[in-house]
């Protein structure tokens, strides 16, 4: 299996390539990074580039599963325009061209809150990605709605606290289906649909991610 990923230096990313690496189904492995990376493998072409013309490297987007990883905050882009711009511009054009360069499966990562009708600027951002990469219509697409995730060393000091408060309600019986979930375990669950992927468009709900991680 050759993979193409986006957003292999963010902590799902990150584990998702350290998983492609060591995994004996994979073969080939090309990571398509804003700044290089700090690993190396046999397996592993890193590719430099720029997202916004991300066109002049199509070349590189061509396997067997595409992982769209790439994400950022409203705070480290400075406004909804820029976070716009990385979060669905830059993964949407990923998608068509790997479309267009014939990869049958599509595995993205979105939000547990993702709904292009919703008043809330980062859920409707969501909801309108999947929506656009459902209309690809690729064979497989794989979408990933996790709730709130456990990065190591994350500087994230919005996500750490709502990590903490959900963990706390969990602990009183409430928003089970909200666990925070490791990455690690994101990671893995991802991988295995890209062994064996459904045909179709798949939407994996936080309850039934947390179900398969074993959580």
Known sequence: MKAVIIGATGSTGNELLQLLMASKDVSEIVALVRKPLTVSHSKLTTVVVDFSRLGQWASYISGDVAFSCLGTTLRAAG??????????????????????????????????????????????????????????????????RPGPLIRPETDRTGEKIGVSVISFLNKVGLFRKMAPLPVNDLARLMLQYARNPPSGHRIQQSGQILKEAGH
């Open 79 to 144: 406004s909804q325009k820029a976070q716009y711009v990385v979060d669905y511009e830059y993964q949407y054009e990923f998608a068509k061209l790997a479309k267009a360069n014939g990869i049958p499966t599509f595995i993205l990562i979105s939000s547990s809150t993702a709904n292009p009708n919703s008043f809330l600027f980062y859920s409707q951002m969501k909801g309108k990605l999947e929506k656009s990469v459902e209309a690809l219509d690729f064979t497989n697409v794989g979408v990933f």
